[in-house]
């Protein structure tokens, strides 16, 4: 039925489609409790702000499955995406920094919901080392190489200061881990075969700001 | 010495450019502070994951003022872009929802300095309105739209619960609001000439579990 040939997704994957696929498989989930059986490229790009035609190519890397004039199955296309974002598993990880930012994503269902489990915390701060955030106790960062290992973490999420990011990063790639997702402000190295990548919360607004001062007018 | 042409970036600038704009933002500041004062398209490229090619044809919208063997001015680069970001002057926000992430977001520092500043909080819940957060005294809800405008607010920070998001943007819109940054995990609607964003922070994490799973290269 699909033309899907994982070796070739592999090379032409970009990252703005493997994001465009997070807003779809988004999307899907809200059209599946509506009780929708099937969508159109159309719609895809309405409520994408997206066109029909960039839909239509990113979901050609599935395969020809969706049928002219009736659209995509919600839930047959849901579980594809699903499947190659690596959603339809559970993933352990460990949280670095258990200060403002750090808290609230302890307690962000959205990660949870999408099988990202955050089953260690660490801090270097003594007053927060054995306190307990939704049942999971804060490690001394001093031990976080034999903890990570012991663990089995396979990503771990950085929300420390600026200055300790990159030597913890270190310590990580160090101690195995091959994903590591950075809250700080900072452009850190990591060596081939490290998955980094950089949440800035501030990206958005910045956005937002380009628009009203360019009076964009969004596709 | 530029040939950049304002009306020509609005028509052909994509939102993916936008947020490499972004990037690019945070790279040369951080090139600045280490005392940088050219860079070359390749060192940006190695910096941020990309293709010289791409940063060399992101960076001609701003006309052709870095020379060839020589680079860009950081300093003079990071001032266009900041320019084109709407980060050279002050943007006066509020924040509906003060619960974990919108509590974290109030002392994320990151936001106020570029120019992103929280005046206004806003909560449903009895026993935080009145409540003071790093200065804000939080609002009912009840005036949000009254005290919007009384605020002179330009963009609205909405993290509160799926099922309260849409009628509190639409209450925004109605405000006159034209930027709302979304943290809830819902699909919301906004009219045409307002300019909505939705921030998922489980995105990045679904990227590196991409990657995990399909062992991507990154470019």
Partial sequence: MSSFNSSDFKKKISESTIH???RYFRALESLEKKGD????????????????????????????????????????????ISH?????REWRIALIGVGNIGSALVS?????????????????DQR????????????????????????????????????????????VVKAGVRAILN????????????FLRNENMSMELEYLSYALVNNHVQK
């Fill in 37 to 80: 059986e099937t969508v159109s490229s159309k719609e895809l790009a309405r409520s994408e702000k997206l066109t029909p035609a960039q839909v239509r190519k990113d979901l050609s890397f599935f395969g020809s499955f969706g049928t002219r004039g009736l659209g995509y199955p919600v839930i047959e296309l849901k579980i594809r």
């Fill in 20 to 22: 465009r696929l997070s």
């Fill in 108 to 124: 962000y269902k959205e990660f949870s919901r999408q099988g990202f489990k955050i089953v260690k915390l660490f801090d270097n």
């Fill in 128 to 171: 927060k080392i054995g306190s307990n955030h939704k049942g999971i106790v804060v490690s001394d960062i001093k031990n976080l190489s034999t903890e990570l290992k012991d663990a089995g973490i396979e990503m771990v999420v950085i929300c420390v200061p600026v200055q300790d990011a990159q030597y913890l990063v270190d310590d």
């Fill in 84 to 88: 190659i974002l690596g959603l339809d």
């Fill in 183 to 194: 809250f700080a402000p900072a452009v850190l190295k990591v060596p081939d075969g490290v």
